[in-house]
């Protein structure tokens, strides 16, 4: 079964200070997207990120890929209050069925 | 265009209703989603299509059937809901199946 944890669920950011969410799943994957939510909006694509050691980045976040340690990691680069916001990794995988998993979320609040 | 668009924006229905939500894209492309999302969880994924074929049913239940009249068009038809099923439905698209997705705004439906 494929099983995505995100760590933390809840970050308290400070403006200007950096931050990594993590990202964690149980088994082989095809694909490994980011998302963010805006409190009762819709999703918003971030990233995907197919290979490992894959590296994207726009503007404040980049987003990476260890498909051997199963392990994304999204950091955030000097906060500001914008980027607050719930994030979403979620994990496809086609070895058996296809199924999509997606984390618990992270709920960010950026502080001044 | 880089838009996806859904209708409605509310929907309340009763349990022996029948409804149907619509989504839209104009972007050429060829794989289109649907997710439900309950408050203050992750989405899950329902459907989807793949140049206008069902290619994932993600065991969701037959009071929901989705419908792809062509490339621009799907549709999610609702019959004989439960409560449990008010919910966010959010619709996506991609260029392939697997690319990045755009979401519409969703629809947020209330089942009494």
């Known amino acids: 079964e494929l099983k995505v944890e995100q760590n933390p669920l809840f970050l308290s950011m400070q403006e200007g200070k950096n931050y990594t969410i993590y990202c964690n799943y149980s088994?082989?994957?095809?694909?490994l997207y980011w998302y963010r939510q805006d409190p009762g909006k819709s999703l918003e694509s971030l990233f995907v990120?197919?290979?490992?050691?894959a590296v994207k980045q726009e503007g404040r976040l980049m987003a990476s890929l260890d498909t051997k340690a199963r392990l994304s990691t999204l950091h955030i680069t000097a906060a500001v209050h914008d980027l607050s916001a719930t994030y979403f990794c979620?994990?496809?995988?086609?070895?058996?069925?296809?199924?999509?998993?997606f984390g618990a979320g992270t709920t960010v609040t950026v502080r001044a | 265009d880089t838009e996806v668009t859904q209708t409605p924006k509310h929907l309340v229905m009763g349990m022996t209703n029948k409804k149907s939500l619509k989504c839209e894209q104009h972007m050429g492309h060829r794989a289109m989603y649907w997710y439900k999302q309950k408050a203050k969880k992750p989405p899950e994924l329902m459907f989807v299509y793949s140049y206008e074929k069902l290619s994932i049913n993600e065991s969701v239940p037959s009071r929901f059937s989705p419908e792809c009249p062509n490339s621009s068009l799907l549709n999610l038809h609702l019959h004989a809901l439960q409560p449990e099923d008010s919910a966010l439905y959010l619709c996506?698209?991609?260029?392939?199946?697997?690319?990045?997705?755009?979401f519409g705004p969703g629809t947020r439906l209330t089942v009494l």
């Open positions: 979620a994990v496809d995988t086609s070895s058996n069925d296809y199924k999509l998993s």
């Open positions: 990120l197919l290979s490992n050691g």
């Open positions: 996506a698209s991609s260029l392939l199946f697997g690319d990045t997705q755009y």
């Open positions: 088994t082989t994957s095809d694909r």
